[in-house]
T-cell receptor, first 115, second 114 residues
Framework: GAGVSQSPSNKVTEKGKDVELRCDPI?????LYWYRQRLGQGLEFLIY????????KSGLPSDRFSAERTGESVSTLTIQRTQQEDSAVYLC?????????????FGEGSRLTVL | KNQVEQSPQSLIILEGKNCTLQ??????????LRWYKQDTGRGPVSLTIMTFSENTKSNGRYTATLDADTKQSSLHITASQLSDSASYICVVSLLDTGRRALTFGSGTRLQVQP
């Protein structure tokens, strides 16, 4: 597709379960970001991938969170043993590398609800 | 510490009225500043970009200004429409690469009422 695609769009899970969120960036975009947005709040950085470089994981809130990306393609964000405070919209964004004026293209987000 | 502060936090205006949103930043070294619009339940979409040498830029009814000396930007919306109801996010980029290159404001939530 032409834009950033995220799935699932909505996920309801029980506390303690694991969830996996997927992001398919725009083809050719080497940079990929994951953000968390709690209801009524701003975007909170989670993790950044740039090509084959080691990812910047400095925003991950705990070791229950992890993310992977194979090359310059799909990325998955995994949350283990979900807690109610994990309820939020998880946004993925991609952009071309090295472009100082590069625009971030966001997906529509995955809304996670932990009961 | 690199920071981006937006004001007001929220704003309610009547349809047809104008409004101005503010963004102050302490990010350095500055590369560019973008305003994004985020409709409810959607991902943010870029409205405009301001680089160091630009003072004013328009995109339809949206006009962004930048004062690099005082490190302030504004987004002016003219003749507001119901569809302008959204959150407006200011994002400042550093002359850097990686995730540290981007600093997000918390956004201004605008509600346009009929």
């Amino acid at each position: 597709g032409a834009g950033v695609s995220q799935s699932p769009s909505n996920k309801v899970t029980e506390k303690g379960k694991d969830v996996e969120l997927r992001c398919d960036p725009i083809s050719g975009h080497t940079a990929l970001y994951w953000y968390r947005q709690r209801l009524g709040q701003g975007l909170e950085f989670l993790i950044y991938f740039q090509g084959n470089s080691a990812p910047d994981k400095s925003g991950l809130p705990s070791d229950r969170f992890s993310a992977e990306r194979t090359g310059e393609s799909v990325s998955t964000l995994t949350i283990q043993r979900t807690q109610q405070e994990d309820s939020a919209v998880y946004l993925c964004a991609s952009r071309t590398a090295g472009a100082r004026t590069g625009e971030l293209f966001f997906g529509e987000g995955s809304r996670l609800t932990v009961l | 510490k690199n920071q981006v502060e937006q004001s007001p936090q929220s704003l309610i205006i009547l349809e047809g009225k104008n409004c101005t949103l503010q963004c102050n930043y302490t990010v350095s070294p500055f590369s560019n500043l973008r305003w994004y619009k985020q409709d409810t339940g959607r991902g943010p979409v870029s409205l405009t970009i301001m680089t160091f040498s630009e003072n004013t830029k328009s995109n339809g009814r949206y006009t962004a200004t930048l004062d690099a000396d005082t490190k302030q930007s504004s987004l002016h919306i003219t003749a507001s429409q119901l569809s302008d109801s959204a959150s407006y996010i200011c994002v400042v980029s550093l002359l850097d690469t990686g995730r540290r290159a981007l600093t997000f404001g918390s956004g201004t939530r605008l509600q346009v009422q009929p």
